[in-house]
């Protein structure tokens, strides 16, 4: 592959509920500019508080961004602290606003969006607060998968794509050669290519990101295909009213199939608990399912020259698919009730790590994706894609076509309690205990019940 990738997509249960009731309290005290803002200063630099969920190898490649920062001015300084996963980072927070200690940076994943997104008062619009400091800033410069799924329903960016990601397919060269078949591009080649490769010896066909499935083959599923996953365009458009679209047939007639494979022992997934880059890494399964910012570990092991990446298999028949992908991971919120000079050192932060150069070893370090065009420009004068053509499937994926209304994102209240529910739809038929209807429907249910919680929250 060429790059080393390092990170992975962590998506862990948050509870928003809770969290949801301390932003709407510290929103009433917190604003940009205000009481809590005017404290006394010392001699600059200014300092610049950065909460992250990036530890390890991502840790370090992070810094030395920090580091080029302070390095190339002397008015602010940034300091990045990492707070753990960000479920972790995100509940701290909320409890730290709440406070009035809140960072002045926050790294949120996509989870959290709506939570911070529908708390009017707790974080300063980062297109508002670029605007304000004369920087040249514009929902446009991002790719596409990535821009729209943190902008509002006018199109304006709240916050800013950073840590992006995109599923994709992983496949064993060899053990593909071998059965005659290539990376499947539909759901139905993708079942007729599993009696090949069963024929010659392999145990699993496919496997999905243990944690993830909810994302890969449910969200991601819905935006490749072209289908809403929820009304009011995924929640985009008001938090009132929205309700699930899962228990349809497309969502129905996907889970068949994955529960067909599964009970022939063609697909393997064994709950969000257990990781499956092994049954890949291992050779048991053919196809992988997983974020594209898992090639780290899968090229640790298995070894770089045994495995490929191909674009995400497509429903059969849909005429109107590949349609788009959209990011996971995480963006950064400028978060409310700073000191007021501050700002203008986040903004110019910010800009910092929108650039072509910063987007461009941040990308080619870690395995996320390169989310402005200006940094996949320089990976391209660079020839970073020519040496490693496989970090140009996830740009690719995220750019195929310019969002639909309903493939933008997800942006539905109480997300991760969202997921869970699908997550134990999924296991129920992949264990055989439902049927694919059965499971979305209740699942369907549960869900709407979330949504509606969520919206008595914010009481319209």
């Known amino acids: 592959m060429g790059v080393r990738r390092t990170s992975k997509r962590r998506v862990g249960r948050v509870s928003s509920r809770a969290l949801l009731s301390g932003l709407a309290a510290g929103a009433m005290v917190a604003g940009l500019g205000g009481a809590a803002a005017a404290t006394a200063r010392s001699a600059a630099p200014i300092p610049i508080s950065f909460w992250t969920a990036m530890s390890g190898a991502n840790g370090t490649y992070l810094n030395h961004l920090v580091d080029e920062f302070n390095a190339s001015q002397s008015t602010y300084k940034v300091t990045a602290d990492y707070k753990g996963n960000y479920s972790t980072v995100l509940s701290d927070t909320i409890a730290a606003f709440r406070a009035h200690q809140a960072p002045d940076i926050a790294m949120i994943f996509d989870a959290g969006t709506a939570t911070i997104m529908d708390s009017v008062g707790a974080y300063v619009p980062v297109?508002?607060?670029?605007?304000?400091?004369?920087?040249?800033?514009?929902?446009?410069?991002?790719?596409?998968?990535?821009?729209?799924?943190?902008?509002?329903?006018?199109?304006?960016?709240?916050?800013?794509?950073?840590?992006?990601?995109?599923?994709?397919?992983?496949?064993?060269?060899?053990e593909l050669?071998?059965?005659?078949?290539?990376?499947?591009?539909?759901?139905g080649e993708l079942a007729a290519d599993a009696a090949k490769l069963v024929a010659h010896g392999q145990k699993c066909v496919l496997s999905s990101s243990g944690?993830?499935?909810?994302?890969?083959?449910?969200?991601?599923?819905?935006?490749?295909?072209?289908?809403?996953?929820?009304?009011?365009?995924?929640?985009?458009?008001?938090?009132?009213?929205?309700?699930?679209?899962?228990?349809?047939?497309?969502?129905?007639?996907?889970?068949?199939?994955?529960?067909?494979?599964?009970?022939?022992?063609?697909?393997?997934?064994?709950?969000?608990?257990?990781?499956?880059?092994?049954?890949?890494?291992?050779?048991?399964?053919?196809?992988?399912?997983?974020?594209?910012?898992?090639?780290?570990?899968?090229?640790?092991?298995?070894?770089?020259?045994?495995?490929?990446?191909a674009p995400l298999p497509i429903v059969t028949g849909d005429k109107a698919a590949p349609q788009n992908t959209v990011v996971g991971g995480a963006s950064l919120w400028v978060m409310a009730g700073s000191p007021q000079d501050t700002y203008k050192g986040d903004a110019e932060f910010l800009h910092f790590l929108m650039s072509g150069p910063s987007q461009a070893y941040w990308a080619s370090h870690t395995g996320y994706v390169a989310v402005t065009k200006a940094g996949v420009y320089t990976l391209r004068e660079e020839n970073f894609y020519e040496k490693d053509p496989a970090a140009l499937v996830p740009v690719r994926e995220l750019t195929n076509k310019p969002a639909l209304p309903w493939t933008r994102g997800v942006r539905l209240g109480y997300l991760p309690e969202i997921r869970t529910v699908e997550a134990n739809a999924i296991a129920a038929v992949l264990s055989g205990k439902e049927t694919s209807a059965q499971a979305l429907a209740t699942a369907q249910a549960s869900g709407d019940q979330i949504l509606d919680q969520f919206a008595q929250q914010y009481g319209g």
């Not at 607060?129 to 304006?156: R, V």
């Not at 929640?235 to 199939?257: A, C, M, R, S």
């Open 211 to 309: 944690a993830y499935v909810m994302w890969t083959d449910m969200e991601e599923f819905a935006m490749w295909n072209g289908y809403p996953l929820a009304t009011k365009d995924n929640g985009y458009l008001t938090d009132q009213g929205v309700k699930l679209e899962i228990d349809t047939p497309p969502f129905i007639d996907h889970l068949k199939l994955l529960g067909e494979l599964a009970k022939k022992g063609e697909y393997l997934w064994n709950g969000v608990a257990t990781s499956t880059v092994p049954l890949f890494t291992n050779g048991t399964c053919a196809l992988y399912e997983n974020s594209s910012a898992s090639g780290a570990a899968i090229e640790k092991g298995i070894g770089s020259s045994s495995f490929g990446v």
């Open 177 to 187: 050669a071998a059965a005659g078949v290539k990376p499947p591009a539909t759901w």
């Open 127 to 174: 297109y508002k607060l670029m605007a304000e400091d004369h920087i040249p800033f514009a929902t446009s410069d991002f790719i596409g998968g990535a821009a729209s799924y943190y902008e509002t329903a006018h199109d304006e960016l709240d916050s800013m794509p950073f840590n992006s990601s995109t599923p994709v397919l992983y496949y064993n060269k060899k």
